[in-house]
């Protein structure tokens, strides 16, 4: 298993997840992160893009390149004032 630091990312359209072989990802169907909207969502391998979804031709980020991606309001919930810690 590789680290943080060797993983590799995509941004997958949801249309697209019946494509997504999990055997080949460190994510479980039950457990992904989509965005706000749930028209994406992010998988997670090490080493080379996983066949399944290589044919999607999607970009691969480092695990520094999608920290920032993943803070923007297109994937993190807006906080809500109201709402108990």
Request: proline share 5%; hydrophobic share 35%; charged share 30%.
């Amino acid at each position: 298993m590789g680290t943080k630091g060797d993983r590799k990312y995509v941004i997958v359209p949801s249309n697209n997840i019946e494509l997504v072989d999990f055997n080949e990802v460190l994510e479980t169907r039950e457990y992904l992160r989509y965005s706000i909207d749930g028209t994406k969502f992010v998988l997670k391998y090490n080493g080379d893009i996983p066949r399944s979804i290589s044919a999607l031709r999607l970009t691969e980020y480092t695990y520094i390149d999608i920290l920032p991606i993943l803070q923007e309001a297109e994937w993190t919930p807006e906080d809500d004032d109201d709402t108990l810690v």
